[in-house]
C-alpha cells in the first residue's frame, strides 16, 4: 500500500493509492465537522458524509443531488424544465427504458405498487399540494394469470387524491 503523486511522469497529477486489485480505502476531510468524502474500498461505494452534496457545474451552484432522508435521493435543479433524460443512442428499433422495479423479497400479491409517478406544485398560499399521481399496481399476481392496473389520480375540489381513471386487465385471455 503506497501513495504517489507524480505531476511530471506518466499519471500526469493524479493520486494514486494502492494497486489494481490492491486498493485502499480514502478519506478526504472537509472544514465542517463530520463532512467528509471516503472510498470505502470492502464496500466498493463512495461516501458523501452527512448532508454533503454532488453538485454539478460549479461548487456553490444550485444543480446538485443529496440524500434528504433514507431511501430519498433528490435532484436540484434551477431551469425553467428540469429533466431527467433517458437516452438510448444506438441506431436500432429499441428505445430506451425508465424502469420501476418491485422487488419485496417475498411472493407478490394482488394491489402491490410497483411504482408511482407523483406532481406537486404550489397553492394560493405557496403550500406545496400533492394535484396528481401515476400509480402502477399488480391486479393479479397468481402465476400465470398475472394482471397488472394503471391508475391516473388527480386532487379534487379540496385537495382528496381520487381516481380518474381505472386501466386494468380483464378476467379472461387479452381482455
Known amino acids: 500500500v503506497g501513495i ?3 505531476a511530471d511522469g506518466n499519471t500526469e497529477g493524479t493520486l494514486i493509492g494502492g494497486a489494481d486489485d490492491h486498493g485502499v480505502d480514502f478519506k478526504f476531510f472537509g472544514e465542517t465537522s463530520g463532512k467528509y468524502v471516503q472510498w470505502d474500498m470492502s464496500g466498493d461505494e463512495l461516501v458523501l458524509a452527512s448532508s454533503a452534496k454532488l453538485s454539478f457545474h460549479d461548487a456553490a451552484g444550485d444543480e446538485n443531488i443529496l440524500a434528504s432522508a433514507d431511501g430519498h435521493l433528490e435532484i436540484n435543479a434551477t431551469s425553467q424544465s428540469p429533466l ?5 443512442t444506438t ?3 429499441n428505445g430506451a427504458i425508465f424502469r420501476f422495479v418491485k422487488d419485496k423479497g417475498a411472493a407478490g400479491a394482488d394491489n402491490d405498487i410497483l411504482g408511482q409517478i407523483q406532481f406537486y406544485g404550489d397553492d394560493a398560499n405557496q ?5 396528481a399521481n401515476i400509480v402502477a399496481q399488480v ?3 397468481d402465476n400465470g ?3 397488472g392496473k394503471l391508475i391516473l389520480q388527480v386532487a379534487t375540489h379540496d385537495g382528496e387524491m381520487v381516481n380518474a381513471a381505472i386501466f386494468a386487465d ?3 385471455e387479452d381482455e
Do not use: P
Open 91 to 93: 441506431n436500432d428499433t
Open 84 to 88: 431527467i433524460q433517458v437516452k438510448n
Open 145 to 147: 394469470q398475472e394482471g
Open 170 to 172: 380483464g378476467q379472461n
Open 139 to 141: 391486479s393479479e399476481a
Open 4 to 6: 504517489q503523486w507524480d
Open 127 to 131: 403550500d406545496q399540494v400533492h394535484f
